[in-house]
């Protein structure tokens, strides 16, 4: 190897003439301008007429080179031995314990120079020492039980969550558990979780980042820092997600599992707590709770867990157009029920209407939810709801279409009885229901 991975034609021959490697740094100097940082690999895809260096600020910029481009070695500033001086820990005495478990993620993750990829990387050791405050909030425990991107984990993935969290409970006598979580489906996991466990009695809060830990615009060391501190002081024990309210780093809030939504693909403020208020924030380092509805931290409290799911669920989300079909090879291949994600208060197109008496009529529980963010399912309204509940289908008022997936899952998975499972999921467990929606 050159030492010069990913670049190729006139970035490559420019490079290799100034004896430079990746991780030297560098002067860029073209047309009366000068570019000055820390040399970086090229994704392969890459053309050929640009160079990528890190600049002090710790932003990433492309350089267009030319044939004039002159390139200077010059003396770095910062070693690569000083920006990864090992953080060790001076446990103080007399804080609470937190149980930090690891799943994977972009909070745990790097850049992939050579594609352009985030890849779960980091432990989560190594995200202690990343963020030194954490010392000054409790005592850290680690466990790495996944590192996997959250798009490929499983109810199988859930359920070992789940029993390990009860472990981490049960065994170290611990004040709070986070989750390092991805934040594609995190939202799933934290109604799966939420379901779970019918008794608590600390925290248990998954945390993401939208970016990772290695960019200056992270918003990892932040979420990291209020899921601890909201392991170990805040007043509730259930089930939440911690992440930033808003794109500046002021506050993070804090969101019942069974209410929240991913619904931004980038933004640090993604997740938003529908149709409810969220459970609590952090402001300044104090934990305000928003609510007075909330289950009571008890640390004497004993753990109901109830760890199993059937992934013979579907969930189907209408469009204008839907083949029927699609119903008729569920019920085929014996699927126990069906969520459907209607339109607007709860409807589906009548040519659904004899593959859902099919389904019904076979004993699958099927039951609906709106594909609108707010508001609820009102089936009564217009005769396509009416007819839909003469059909058997059951409306789930504002149940997000992702948490009544989980919960059905869940349901089949503590008993195989349809009317039993009805009965489960028609029954507000975990907050799922917000009985009055705020406007």
């Not at 760890?307 to 669920?313: G, R, T």
Request: hydrophobic share 40%.
């Amino acid at each position: 190897m050159n030492g010069l991975q990913g670049y190729k034609g006139l970035a490559l021959e420019i490079l290799s003439k100034a004896n430079v490697k990746i991780g030297d740094n560098i002067r860029i100097l073209r047309d009366g301008d000068v570019f000055e940082g820390l040399l970086m690999p090229r994704i392969e895809l890459g053309d050929p007429n640009h160079i990528v260096i890190k600049l002090s600020n710790g932003y990433n910029i492309g350089v267009k080179v030319t044939a004039q481009t002159k390139i200077e070695k010059v003396e770095s500033k910062l070693t690569p031995k000083e920006s990864m001086i090992e953080f060790k820990v001076e446990e103080k005495e007399n804080l609470p314990t937190v149980f930090i478990l690891g799943t994977g993620g972009t909070i745990a993750s790097k850049v992939e120079y050579r594609t352009g990829a985030v890849y779960p990387s980091l432990s989560t050791e190594d995200l202690y020492r990343a963020v030194p405050e954490l010392s000054s909030l409790a005592k850290i425990k680690t466990k790495v039980l996944f590192s996997i991107f959250s798009e490929n984990l499983t109810p199988k993935h859930w359920s070992e969550i789940a029993k390990s969290i009860a472990k981490i409970i049960d065994e170290e006598k611990v004040d709070g558990v986070v989750v390092a979580h991805g934040t594609d489906t995190m939202g799933y996991t934290a109604a799966a979780l939420s379901f779970a466990f019918q008794s608590l009695p600390v925290p248990v809060v998954l945390v993401g980042s939208q970016r990772s830990s290695d960019r200056p615009s992270s918003d990892a060391a932040l979420n990291l820092i209020g899921a601890v501190r909201t392991a170990a002081y805040a007043p509730f024990a259930e089930v939440v997600v911690a992440m930033h309210e808003w794109v500046a780093d002021e506050s993070i809030v804090l969101h019942r599992g069974t209410k929240v939504r991913k619904c931004h693909t980038s933004r640090r403020d993604a997740f938003q707590s529908v149709n409810a208020q969220p459970l609590a924030k952090i402001v300044e380092d104090k934990i305000i709770m928003l609510t007075d509805e909330y289950r009571r931290r008890n640390n004497k409290e004993k753990i109901i867990l109830k760890p199993d799911f059937n992934e013979k669920v579907a969930l189907i989300k209408f469009y204008p157009g839907l083949n029927p079909e699609i119903i008729d090879w569920f019920v085929e291949k014996k699927f126990l029920g069906i969520v459907f994600e209607g339109t607007g208060l709860g409807h589906v197109g009548r040519n659904c209407f004899d593959s859902i008496k099919k389904a019904v009529d076979s004993g699958l529980v099927v039951a609906m939810t709106s594909q609108c963010i707010w508001g609820s399912v009102r089936m009564t309204v217009y005769d396509t709801g009416r007819d839909l509940l003469s059909l058997g289908v059951i409306p789930l008022e504002d149940m997000l279409p992702e948490t009544a997936l989980v919960k059905m899952m869940w349901a089949f998975g503590q008993t195989l009885n349809p009317e039993k499972v009805k009965q489960i999921m028609l029954t507000n467990l975990a907050g799922e229901f917000s009985g009055r929606i705020p406007l």
